[in-house]
């Protein structure tokens, strides 16, 4: 950066999907770059809490059991990269789901002289996943975390930790579900994954291997798409 230019907040679009580590890969940003990790829920929470104009419209369509509008989505957005916090860039989890709000969000970076940096697509070997997801339980007495395959309990069903004999699985991590969530996120995010890819800013993550090994490679993209 040369002392004449005005600095530009990041942009980073992260995509993946459950399971993917997003949540974990977003914090890690945070923590190493000072971005901030903007979701729709929690943007839509604030601008309601707050009271800013697009808020209370967020607030009264919600109250009335409709969909916000991308319209309005657009509009907290806007409040919210002018944050001071945000100085440093976002990485906005959750927006856009469509082409239609990529577009839109295209626009509003337009208006305020900034641009996506990098659209980065965590990406998972789909039948891994669901071996990987299908496969855990939790000692119901004091939490520890089992799988099937990568770490059953020294006897079957006594937990390691505690003796515990009571083992609990959550009823979305079967099989069937999890590959039902990874075919939504497929459909959904693919006309994503193609107007990133057009726009030339489309990075593509192996998301399988260890969280430290996905950590550095998004840093990487991170430092280079915002250099
Ligand atoms: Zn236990």
């Given at each position: 950066?040369?002392?004449?230019?005005?600095?530009?907040?990041?942009?980073?679009?992260?995509?993946?999907?459950?399971g993917a580590g997003k949540g974990t890969q977003a914090r890690m940003l945070e923590q190493r770059f000072g971005m901030v990790q903007l979701s729709t829920g929690d943007l839509l929470r604030a601008a309601v809490a707050a009271g800013t104009e697009a808020g209370k419209a967020a607030k009264a369509v919600m109250e009335a059991g409709g969909l916000v509008s991308d319209d309005?989505?657009?509009?907290?957005?806007?409040?919210?990269?002018?944050?001071?916090?945000?100085?440093?860039?976002?990485?906005?989890?959750?927006?856009?789901?469509?082409?239609?709000?990529?577009?839109?969000?295209?626009?509003?970076?337009?208006?305020?002289?900034?641009k996506i940096n990098?659209?980065?697509?965590?990406?998972?070997?789909?039948?891994?996943?669901?071996?990987?997801?299908?496969?855990?339980?939790?000692?119901?007495?004091c939490g520890e975390g089992y799988h099937d395959a990568f770490k059953p309990p020294m006897q079957s069903d006594i937990c390691d930790n505690c003796g515990g004999?009571?083992?609990?699985?959550?009823?979305?991590?079967?099989?069937?579900?999890?590959?039902?969530?990874?075919?939504?996120?497929?459909?959904?995010t693919a006309p994503l994954i193609a107007y990133y890819g057009g726009q030339d800013v489309l990075r593509r993550i192996d998301a399988m291997g260890a969280i430290?090994?996905?950590?550095?490679?998004?840093?990487?993209?991170?430092k280079q798409a915002t250099a």
């Amino acid at each position: 950066m040369n002392a004449t230019s005005t600095p530009t907040p990041a942009v980073l679009i992260l995509l993946g999907p459950p399971g993917a580590g997003k949540g974990t890969q977003a914090r890690m940003l945070e923590q190493r770059f000072g971005m901030v990790q903007l979701s729709t829920g929690d943007l839509l929470r604030a601008a309601v809490a707050a009271g800013t104009e697009a808020g209370k419209a967020a607030k009264a369509v919600m109250e009335a059991g409709g969909l916000v509008s991308d319209d309005i989505v657009v509009a907290i957005l806007r409040d919210r990269l002018a944050g001071p916090d945000c100085a440093k860039g976002v990485i906005l989890d959750g927006f856009p789901r469509t082409t239609v709000q990529a577009e839109a969000l295209d626009g509003l970076l337009a208006s305020t002289g900034q641009k996506i940096n990098a659209a980065i697509s965590l990406e998972v070997d789909d039948a891994a996943m669901v071996d990987r997801i299908s496969g855990r339980f939790t000692c119901g007495r004091c939490g520890e975390g089992y799988h099937d395959a990568f770490k059953p309990p020294m006897q079957s069903d006594i937990c390691d930790n505690c003796g515990g004999t009571e083992m609990k699985r959550r009823a979305d991590d079967n099989a069937a579900t999890v590959s039902q969530r990874l075919e939504a996120y497929h459909a959904q995010t693919a006309p994503l994954i193609a107007y990133y890819g057009g726009q030339d800013v489309l990075r593509r993550i192996d998301a399988m291997g260890a969280i430290d090994a996905i950590a550095q490679d998004l840093a990487v993209i991170a430092k280079q798409a915002t250099a």
